[in-house]
């Protein structure tokens, strides 16, 4: 997502912060290109135009060509412009004063809507939530089913009468019930269609009207450009949504209908899928998704999936193993899958600052080598994962087999890991030396 523009912006800041003064031709140049980049992004031509006209107001007003350094206030008020843009802050999914909270879900058929439901439990439970899931999909054929599968996998009980007709009902008998088995948060999983039509609007508002949702939050699909924001508006106009939650921000589509939308119907975007696991959803942070997209990077993001995928009291014991050099093949393995867990390894990447556009002047990443190396290890036995020392030739073969690598790649592995272990060490002697005075390391 956003790799077009990440590119076209980033081209265009090293242009204009390589330069000792800029002149309004220059401005104007800028925000031409800014425009067009906008507009490759396939974001809807009325908010690229009044983006690059506020973009330009305000760098009249700051003065741009007379400033020490003007490509920097250039890039700022682009910076800053893009946050409002994306909708200015993130914002909190409000618990009602009076349990339980009713979030009611909406969209069209594709758009992940009841998988979304599924991630979005799973994100309350682990935030001390007693979330219940509601089956009002009754016409399409396994729509239950799906969402009590999903509701398992989450760990999230799911309302479903068996034989129910009426969806309207099922909705207001799961709210009546939420008290009574101790949830305090009722996610009603509705009825979609493959487009918009009357009958889908009018059980929507019948629904609404019946259950009262705190919350109406619809579910689109970022690969559908403009027609996600085409489809936003009049479920606006005929629902009044509270926000957004945009699903497969992972994906390959240019980017425009997450631009678009808040502008156009003035929702805000709450929450963002980021993978296809159930745990890949997170809060939209529009001051991180502008940094994103100019190449600063998103380290605050980067520090969350990191707390959320580490077991803590594991990172502990791997410092101890660490200070001591007994870091194994064993503990590479566990801290290995710990990363693969926080998502791809090129969009981890990508929220280091200024590494984003390394990586892809390098070519990009692999993402298999990470799979090749964890099957290697796997294919090792305990005491050769604790002792590489053992793995000989005839092991190494066996090895490479089990992965389906090559004895060159186990080479390879066990002569990086061996560096590794030496490095440490030496890390861990130094360290000792300051502790006795011999070298006067800074504390932290």
Known sequence: MFEALQARFQTLIRSLTGRGALSEADVDAALREVRLALLEADVNFKVAKA????????????????????????????????????????RELPAAD?????????????????????KLALRLRRRGRQPLLVATDLRRLAAVAQLQ??????????????????????ARAAVEAAPAGGQDTVIIDSAGRQHIDEELMAELRA???????????????????????????????????????VTKLDGDARGGAVLSVVEVTGVPVLFAGTSEKLDGLEPFHPERMASRILGMGDVLTLIER??????????????????????????????????????PLESLVEMIPGWGGRLKAAGGMDERQLG??????????????????????????RIARGSGTSIQDVNRLLRQFD????????????EKKGKRGRLPFPRP
């Open 51 to 90: 983006f690059v006209e506020r973009v330009r107001a305000a760098a009249v007003g700051a003065r741009v060509t007379a400033s020490l350094r003007p490509g920097h206030e250039v890039v700022r008020i682009v910076h800053e412009e893009l946050i409002r843009l994306l909708g200015g802050q993130s």
């Open 98 to 118: 009076r349990p339980p909270t009713i979030i009611l879900l909406a969209g069209l058929h594709g758009s992940g809507k009841t998988t979304t439901a599924g």
């Open 149 to 170: 599968v999903v509701g398992e996998q989450v760990g999230v009980p799911v309302f479903a009468p068996p034989g129910a007709r009426d969806p309207i009902a099922v």
């Open 207 to 245: 629904m609404r009207e019946a259950v009262q949702p705190h919350q109406v939050l619809l579910v689109m699909d970022a690969m559908a450009g403009q027609d996600a924001v085409t489809m936003a508006e009049r479920f606006h106009q005929m629902l009044g949504l509270d926000g957004l939650i």
């Open 306 to 343: 990191a707390q959320e995928a580490v077991d803590q009291e594991a990172a502990a014991e791997l410092e101890r193993k660490l200070r001591r050099a007994e870091f194994t093949l064993e503990d590479f393995r566990q801290q290995l899958r710990q990363v693969r867990k926080m998502g």
């Open 372 to 397: 090749r190396v964890e099957a290697m290890i796997d294919s090792m036995t305990p005491e050769e994962r604790r002792h590489p020392q053992l793995i000989d030739g005839s092991r190494r073969r």
């Open 419 to 430: 560096e590794a272990r030496r490095l440490i060490k030496q890390v861990g002697e130094l």
